[in-house]
């Protein structure tokens, strides 16, 4: 299991940028593919963002590529989602995620471990 915590979450206007963070515990990290999922109000669950164990890998969803970039920091068990050119759409709880995987992955079923996840609010 890799306790997952997020934070950088918070309320932002239309175009602007938020950083997210997202520590994990443990010295199994580097081992696993990581994924940023969303969640707004009355919808389901949606992939955002994987890289796989090393960072050489990712994958995006379509509605958030090239305004997101998903990276790592396996030295600081940590991996980050930047996220610019934000739209009100963007609102959602952002959830980080480790997947039972080295390689990207952009299915929830393939995570095992979940973070509390972290508000992002984005005000037009």
């Known amino acids: 299991q890799v306790p997952l915590v997020e934070s950088g979450g918070g309320l932002v206007q239309a175009g602007g940028s938020l950083k997210l963070s997202c520590a994990a515990s443990?010295?199994?990290?580097?081992?696993?593919?990581m994924g940023w999922f969303r969640q707004a109000p009355g919808k389901e669950r949606e992939f955002v963002a994987s890289i796989s164990w090393s960072g050489g890998s990712t994958a995006y969803a379509d509605s958030v590529k090239g305004r997101f970039t998903i990276s790592r920091d396996n030295a600081k068990n940590t991996v980050y989602l930047q996220m610019n050119s934000l739209k009100p759409e963007d609102t959602a709880v952002y959830y980080c995620?480790?997947?039972?995987?080295?390689?990207?992955?952009?299915?929830?079923?393939?995570?095992?471990?979940w973070g509390q996840g972290t508000q992002v609010t984005v005000s037009s």
């Open positions: 443990g010295r199994t990290f580097r081992r696993y593919a």
């Open positions: 995620a480790a997947s039972d995987t080295i390689l990207v992955v952009t299915t929830p079923e393939k995570y095992k471990d």
